[in-house]
């Protein structure tokens, strides 16, 4: 029995109607089809599974590989009354079984798993016991290698296609080319090809790119001359600091984020920036997933990233409110060659990857023949000390590694503090002998937590401390002697690596390397990293239209608000001389099989910019055409 899509929406989210194709999705998957839906960043996915899952008997399993994205999914569900459950690297045995099991008898709607957990034998033999309504697979282009993000176990989704048969699939993506959006629907294998799509256009954003010798004082200038909420992004954890550090110096409020501060500190900051007290965040690519700031009024790019589909995401966080924005992308005359650098940086010599593998056996003693299954925590910054690795191409070659099936590399993770009762309910009032700091503690966790009964709560020892007037570490003994009683099972925040065997040691020499994961997966990257260059040193081509082109979206139209179209009005022809031009162009090219661009100037003696103007007016309207360097009328 299906409830009404707007009911729910109404009820859960306080919304009376649908955004864009959000209702196109949810009514495809509601009625057993297979979907894919693509969406802008700020679109709204997570609606087109979670209404059409309310809808329906049954629990939705949903595979995503952001493991804070999904916490905090779970998080909001569960604010909303809703029951969910989150399996991840990092989990306890325990943990993981009392998830599986609530899924199964407890009336749960949602199961959100990381890709890398669907092949373990203790989650296949469960979900056989779990009524699965549907199957939602957000960043869906990890399932492909032609993606910017392709990982492994995403592959494994097909196995779980085939161990619940019949059960739909809604496969989401913001950031997808032709390309990919024809592989994802292969490998998900859909019974047949079925795509929406939104749009990527985003007419509000303006789209600049500004050279400049000195990018903190460029930075300084926009932000003083553009209000409103800002993003700074960098690629470096030390830059974000700085770069906050010297904001503050010059007046404008601000802080920085990145992977290695602690939950606490995360939310304080994003608390602080989303209710204006902090006007920018200055942050490395962790900073952004989850999080709806609609009145975002600039995001600038100090480090260009190395592929247009990181960047588009991150610069849509801008104007979600509908109301102008722009879009800084920020470069000098070095960027090229740090891109093209992290080329080889991404892809260190294969000899170099088979000695890592080996140095890691040695590392964490895993013998020759052992290890699969195993699980280890892992230092890298430790590992590379004692075999004088640097970090990059260290980190660059596990990666890989994990692409071949050898380990699987999760990087630095920071999993919460968290608990469970282990004594029920009437069991803990009989108890008297805590003593006073241990009962007003317990008695603080029944009153900030829900269900710590049934299933594990995330909690905050800094908070818990600051409300009964103590110290973090004295909560810490507080709850490691009620664990120790057998009272509470906690488990502390950890904030660590880890490498997990998925196949015992090999000879380093009997090391494969596939194509597909090398050579192909490299000349893909070196794409990516070619089409970022031109669209960072092109001043002749609509910076909005390059991007939808990228994406496979052809636009008949420039944007008029990018700084090559307002660079082009600004020395524009008028509309007589542009015909003038286009036609002694025509009445060359009718005398000429065909002629290049340099050779149309002389024989016109024109000045470049104006021939090149009206040749790219001539071109957009596909009117003249270029074939290996040479210019055509079109027939």
């Known amino acids: 029995m299906t409830r009404d899509y707007l009911e729910i929406l109404k009820e859960y ?14 009514e495809s998957i509601g009625s057993g089809k297979d979907t894919l839906g693509l969406m802008p960043t700020g679109g709204g996915k997570s609606i087109t599974f979670q209404i059409p899952a309310l809808a329906q008997e049954g629990i939705c399993l949903v595979i995503s590989p952001l493991i804070a994205l999904m916490k905090d999914q779970v998080q909001n569900l569960k604010d909303r009354g809703i029951k969910a459950a989150g399996i991840y690297s990092g989990m306890s045995h325990r943990e993981i079984i009392t998830a599986l099991e609530n899924c199964i008898f407890g009336d749960y709607k949602f199961l959100y798993i990381s890709p890398e957990r669907l092949s373990s034998d203790l989650f296949i033999s469960k979900v056989k016991a779990m009524n699965v309504s549907m199957i939602a697979v957000d960043e869906s282009h ?17 196995q779980i296609r085939e161990l619940l048969p019949g059960i739909p699939v809604l496969a989401l993506t913001a950031t997808a080319t032709p390309a990919v959006v024809k592989d994802i629907q292969e490998k998900l294998h859909f019974k047949e090809e079925n795509v929406f799509r939104m749009s990527f256009e985003r007419e509000n954003i303006a789209y600049i790119v500004r050279y ?25 954890r030390l830059k974000t600091k700085e770069i906050a550090a010297m904001l503050i110096k010059h007046n404008i409020t601000a802080s920085f984020y990145h992977a290695g501060l602690s939950n606490l500190e995360k939310d304080k900051r994003q608390k602080e920036w989303q209710s204006d007290e902090t006007r920018v965040i200055v942050a490395t690519n962790a900073f952004g997933m989850g999080i709806d700031k609609p009145d975002v009024r600039l995001v600038i790019h100090i480090d260009t990233p190395d592929s247009p589909e990181a960047y588009f995401q991150e610069a849509g966080r801008a104007g979600r409110d509908g109301e102008k924005a722009y879009a800084v992308l920020l470069y000098t005359g070095h960027d090229p060659v740090t891109l093209k650098r992290r080329i080889t940086d991404t892809f260190p010599e294969k000899d170099y990857i088979r000695n890592v593998y080996e140095h890691l056996c040695y590392f964490l003693q895993v013998a020759m023949g052992y290890g699969e299954g195993r699980v280890f925590e892992f230092n890298i910054d430790e590992f590379c000390r004692v075999f004088k690795h640097y970090p990059v191409p260290a980190t660059a070659a596990l990666k890989i590694l994990d692409q071949c099936g050898y380990i699987e590399f999760i990087e630095e993770q920071d999993n919460a503090s968290r608990l469970i009762f282990t004594v029920n309910r009437e069991e803990l009032y009989r108890m008297h002998e805590f003593g006073t700091e241990a009962e007003t503690l317990l008695n603080l966790i029944l009153r900030s937590y829900t269900g710590v009964f049934v299933d594990y709560a995330f909690i905050s ?30 488990i502390p925040r950890k904030k660590t690596p880890y490498i997990i065997y998925t196949r015992d040691r090999d000879e380093t020499n009997r090391i494969k390397i596939p194509k597909a994961v090398y050579e192909e997966r490299k000349v893909r990257y070196e794409e990516r990293i070619n089409s970022m260059i031109q669209y960072m040193t092109s001043d002749t081509v609509c910076r909005s239209r390059m991007l939808l082109r990228y994406f496979g979206e052809k636009n008949e139209h420039n944007c008029n608000q990018c700084d090559v179209c307002i660079s082009r009005r600004k020395k524009g022809l008028n509309s007589d001389e542009k015909e003038e031009i286009a036609q002694k162009i025509y009445e060359l090219l009718k005398d000429t099989e065909s002629i290049t661009p340099p050779e149309l100037a002389e024989q016109l003696h024109l000045p470049t910019g104006k021939l090149a103007e009206v040749l790219h007016s001539e071109m957009e309207s596909g009117k003249i055409i270029i074939e290996n360097g040479k210019l055509k009328v079109s027939i």
């Open 212 to 236: 400049t010798d000195n990018k903190p004082d460029e930075l300084i200038h926009i932000l003083e001359s553009v209000a409103g909420s800002a993003i700074v992004y960098t690629r470096s």
């Open 461 to 490: 020892e800094e908070l818990l401390a600051r409300k009964i007037h103590t110290s973090r570490l004295r909560i810490y003994e507080l709850l490691m002697m009620l664990s120790k009683r057998r009272i509470i099972d906690y």
């Open 13 to 26: 989210w306080g919304y009376d109607a649908f955004r864009g194709i959000q209702k196109d999705i949810i």
């Open 142 to 158: 990890c399932i492909s290698q032609w993606g910017y993000d392709f990982r492994p176990a995403y592959l494994n989704i097909a």
